[in-house]
């Protein structure tokens, strides 16, 4: 199947790093996302990690892939209170049947508390 | 701004009735997706189109049905409304598809059935 599994829940005081968490099930999954929704808004993409690599870093951003694990997350150093928001993590399995389908977890609402 | 515009942006209506929510792609992106997003449900996929054809289907309902047209804009129907339709209803688009397609999303249309 195509679970993805996040944490629901993130609250970290402001300066702080903050760590995402995510699990996926398909061992097919090559591509692996991020997403952020601010409140009342779309979909804003953040970056994303193929599985042959182990770590993107793109200014606060760090994505960390264990694909023997299938374990992702996400690090957002010195998190700002304009970081609250969801944040989605969302796998395209690479299998004919699912070709460009995105499959989410549930999201992780990051609380940044000044 | 991703590029993908959704219109409307809010939508009210009445229970048994018909709406019809429009997308237009980023330009060139020939893929075209749906999704529903509901607090129950999380982010579900709805259905996928390519160059006009339709390429996936997920948890689409037989009520609701979609299509893309020669310029690339999709519109998504949803007819004889429930209140459990009421939900955000995002489009989004890649230039080609299949993994490692980047996937923009627009900013998404409320939906609420009264």
């Known amino acids: 199947g195509e679970d993805v599994e996040q944490s629901l829940f993130l609250s970290v005081r402001e300066g702080d790093s903050s760590v995402i968490n995510c699990t996926y099930t398909?061992?097919?999954?090559?591509?692996l996302y991020w997403y952020k929704q601010e409140p009342g808004a779309g979909l804003q993409l953040l970056t994303y990690?193929?599985?042959?690599?182990d770590m993107k870093q793109d200014q606060r951003l760090t994505v960390l892939l264990n694909k023997k694990d299938k374990h992702l997350s996400l690090r957002i150093a010195d998190t700002q209170t304009g970081d609250s928001a969801i944040y989605f993590c969302a796998e395209i399995p690479d299998r004919g049947s699912t070709l460009g389908r995105l499959y989410f977890g549930r999201g992780t609402q990051l609380t940044v508390w000044p | 701004d991703s590029g993908v515009t959704q219109t409307p942006k809010h939508l009210i209506t009445a229970t048994g009735q018909r709406v019809t929510l429009r997308c237009s792609p980023r330009?060139?992106?020939?893929?075209v997706y749906w999704y529903q997003q509901s607090l129950d449900q999380g982010l579900q996929f709805l259905i996928q189109?390519?160059?006009?054809?339709?390429?996936a289907k997920g948890n689409i309902l037989e009520r609701f049905s979609a299509q893309q047209f020669p310029d690339l804009h999709s519109e998504l129907n949803l007819s004889s409304l429930e209140l459990g339709d009421s939900a955000l209803y995002f489009c989004a688009s890649s230039a080609a598809t299949g993994a490692g397609n980047t996937i923009y999303f627009g900013e998404g249309s409320w939906l609420t059935v009264v």
């Open positions: 330009s060139g992106d020939l893929s």
């Open positions: 398909d061992s097919s999954s090559t591509y």
């Open positions: 189109y390519y160059n006009g054809e339709e390429r």
């Open positions: 990690i193929f599985s042959n690599m």
